[in-house]
């Protein structure tokens, strides 16, 4: 068995066109001429994804979740089996695999189901064979024999989660980004890349609204204590490196994230027991609440992100009927500021309260975050000003 692996992931730009495929082809033959073992993970091409949702839901307005997957995972399997064809096309062996012909077992829940084990035994016959193999992102099979997907980002979680199976030295995550930023780019003009991030501190942003990583595939490498590096496609840039032993940022905070709309659920006077109602509901639907806040006969406050919701009026039906009407908003947005010990200094989140004003909806904090929630055409321009206040342009913020 080959001792030292690398395992690559390309995102969907990466592989858009036949000529950034050849280019991959090309980043991919000369890792392997490094002479380490080379493990592949690619998403679908492009928009093809969006695509074939848009397809299914001219079919059917809420598609059957586990015809959705069946639909979905040909994606990824034609960017296998292309990369495949042009690796092969400059000399070297490669062969491609499906997330389960990898060992890639996962649970049963379609559309957002979660890696419970890898077996690589396929994988590692094909590296000893010296062939790079080619995985199929973002998808697997449940216990039941059927084919699963991994929610938005899965092919991140495919990649990390076989690094830890193989005990590869290093998970390299290629996109159209360099790097992880303070703030989105497109959002903060001055948004800076950071150089390195804690793995806590990286679930956060992820959890948060931050696309650049999927916070499942975060956690599988700090179990596993693989360092991930998030690089753009073909670029001599380091990135950033998440791992362990980074340094608190001097300002007590590292980044912001953001996400709109998500949807805000607000029901006064509610009991424990419609508590467990809710959550026994949303369990029922594969929806997970975040920020979730409950005092007993006073308030019961959560929120959903839209990505996980692929049925919004039979979720919005069962909230009302167990907590009332009226308790759902979808019309809201999160910001986040993220970092290691931000609730520490209480000035932090006053700080943020006197930015926001009177625009917050709802707060929640932990070790590592502090939220606000405020309407969706309030989110951006927080997230700009949470920027500058807290100087996170400027180098000396980010250092210990």
């Known amino acids: 068995m080959t001792r030292r692996i690398v395992v690559q992931k390309f995102g969907g730009s990466s592989v858009a066109t036949t000529a950034k495929l050849k280019r991959v082809a090309e980043l991919v033959v000369a890792k392997k001429s490094e002479g380490v ?51 092969r096309e ?14 890639i077992i996962t649970t049963a829940s379609h559309s957002q189901a979660r890696i419970v084990e890898v077996r690589p035994f396929r994988v590692e016959d094909e590296l000893e064979l010296g062939r790079i193999v080619i995985v199929a992102g ?15 980002g899965g092919s991140d979680t495919t990649a990390v989660a076989l690094a830890a199976a193989l005990g590869a030295e290093a998970c390299e995550i290629y996109s159209d980004v360099d790097g992880v930023y303070t703030a989105d780019p497109r959002v903060v003009g001055d948004a800076k890349k950071l150089g390195a991030l804690g793995y806590e501190e990286m679930q956060e942003l992820a959890t948060a609204g931050a696309r650049v990583l999927n916070p499942a595939a975060v956690e599988f490498a700090k179990q596993a204590g693989i360092a991930i590096y998030a690089r753009k496609t073909g670029s001599i840039d380091p990135g950033t490196v998440i791992r362990t032993n980074v340094p608190s940022a001097a300002s007590g905070v590292r980044g912001i994230a953001h996400e709109a709309p998500i949807g805000l659920v607000r029901a006064r006077g509610a009991t424990r027991m419609q508590l ?35 049925h919004e009026r039979k979720l919005r039906a069962e909230l009302e009927r167990i907590l009332g009407p009226g308790v759902w908003r979808g019309d809201v947005g999160a910001v986040s500021l993220i970092g290691e010990g931000i609730t520490n200094d209480a000035r932090h989140l006053q700080k943020a309260l006197e930015v926001a ?10 070790r590592y975050r502090i939220t606000m929630v405020v309407p969706a055409d309030r989110t951006k321009p927080l997230v700009a000003d949470l920027h500058r206040i807290f100087d996170l342009a400027s180098t000396e913020a980010q250092l210990s």
């Open 90 to 103: 400059r000399g070297m062996e490669a062969v491609s695999l499906t997330g389960s012909q990898s060992g």
């Open 357 to 366: 004003g009177d625009a917050v909806l709802a707060v929640s904090t932990s």
């Open 276 to 310: 467990l109602d809710t959550l026994k509901a949303l369990d029922a639907l594969e929806v997970v609440a975040k920020q979730v806040s409950f005092a007993d006969g006073a308030e019961l406050s959560f929120v959903l992100s839209l990505d996980d919701v692929h």
């Open 138 to 152: 973002y998808q697997g099979i449940s216990y039941r024999r059927e084919i699963t997907t991994l929610g938005r």
């Open 37 to 87: 073992g080379v493990v592949v993970v690619v998403s679908a091409q492009g928009d093809t994804t969006d695509e074939l949702l848009a397809k299914a839901k001219e079919v059917s307005p809420e598609p059957d979740r586990r015809e959705l997957d069946m639909l979905l995972t040909a994606g990824e399997r034609i960017s296998m089996a292309l990369l495949a064809m042009a690796i």
